[in-house]
């Protein structure tokens, strides 16, 4: 009997060649469409956290700025430096009465001063375009600009995770997340639920990115030593000629004499990292942009829609 043995099957080196080829082909072109969709996504992330601000927002950021100016020089002293209410005036920055007036009510209330006398006539000091520019920065503070709707630089979800997270902003920044509750967060800087309300995403960018640019007054850490030796860190909260309502680094509140102080001085840096713009990536940070502007949105809307409760209420009445 004949043994029958298979040979196996051999490729020609010719055949080996082209299959080599051709994998070299298809690998090439992957590499290649994968080089494309980094560099588009890149440029997508580039342009949105790169948003120019239109010159009517800037127009409006311009007068905001005086406006805060002038508040901080005439007005902080009795409505605190938040404009939230001090020891001698009302909160006049979230106040419904005052949202309510209109823009020429708002100015001849600056202008004439308090019915009641309790406010004096800025218009014995200040011109009509400085009231003016009070007037608009008081309207920024409730939420009020006058620009367009902005979309979203990125994922507020991702965003918010961020604030909380590795960010760490809420170890001093406060938020109301939602359209009631209490806010979370910290204490010590400000609340940030309306913070992006009357600002473009390019704005809200750069105050994250670079703290100490324009650094509102009211974000200076203080350095105080009173006439005994003791030294304090933190925030002046409100101020008169004659005492101080100071918070320090811990959250405890002082008030203190300014006859008992012997120096008052600010660093001229914020307590809030510089190093953002290195720690993150573009889109990490219009994630947190895109949070900050869905929160103050949503709280925009809730507070809109307990106005027109109210007004319901007032009429059924």
Do not use: W
């Not at 009641?116 to 009020?144: E, T, W």
């Not at 938020?175 to 209490?182: K, Q």
């Not at 006439?227 to 000629?241: M, P, S």
Request: hydrophobic content about 35%; some cysteine.
């Amino acid at each position: 009997m004949e043994s029958t043995s298979e040979e196996p099957t051999r490729v020609s080196p010719g055949r080996l060649r082209k299959a080599r080829i051709c994998f070299s082909c298809v690998r090439c072109f992957l590499l290649f469409a994968l080089l494309l969709l980094s560099t588009f996504a890149s440029g997508i992330q580039n342009s949105r956290a790169q948003q120019p601000v239109s010159p009517k927002r800037r127009v409006s950021a311009d007068a905001t700025e005086a406006g805060k100016k002038l508040f901080d020089s005439n007005c902080a002293g009795c409505h605190g430096l938040d404009a939230r209410g001090g020891e001698h005036a009302p909160n006049i920055a979230t106040n419904p009465e005052l949202e309510r007036m209109s823009d020429e009510q708002l100015f001849r209330t600056i202008h004439d001063g308090a019915a009641s006398g309790s406010m004096p006539a800025f218009g014995a000091i200040l011109s009509d375009d400085k009231i003016k520019a009070v007037g608009v920065y008081l309207r920024s503070l409730q939420g009020h600009s006058g620009g367009e709707h902005t979309p979203l630089p990125g994922d507020p979800a991702a965003g918010k995770l961020l604030f909380f997270g590795k960010a760490a902003c809420s170890q001093c920044h406060s938020i109301v997340d939602s359209g009631a509750g209490s806010g979370a967060g910290g204490f010590l800087a400000s609340d940030l639920t309306d913070y992006a309300r009357s600002r473009e995403p390019a704005e809200i960018l750069r105050a994250i990115t670079n703290p100490n640019d324009n650094l509102n007054p009211r974000a200076r850490t203080a350095i105080i030593v009173t006439q005994d030796g003791q030294k304090l860190t933190g925030f002046i909260r409100n101020q008169d000629n004659f005492s101080m309502q100071f918070q320090s680094l811990d959250g405890t509140f002082h008030m203190l004499e300014r006859s008992g102080l012997a120096s008052v001085t600010y660093d001229p840096l914020s307590l809030m990292p510089a190093d953002y713009g290195q720690r993150f990536t573009s889109a990490e940070l219009n994630n947190l942009v895109s949070f900050l502007m869905r929160t103050a949105a949503v709280d925009q809307a809730s507070s809109g829609q307990r106005k027109g409760k109210h007004d319901d209420e007032d009429e059924n009445r």
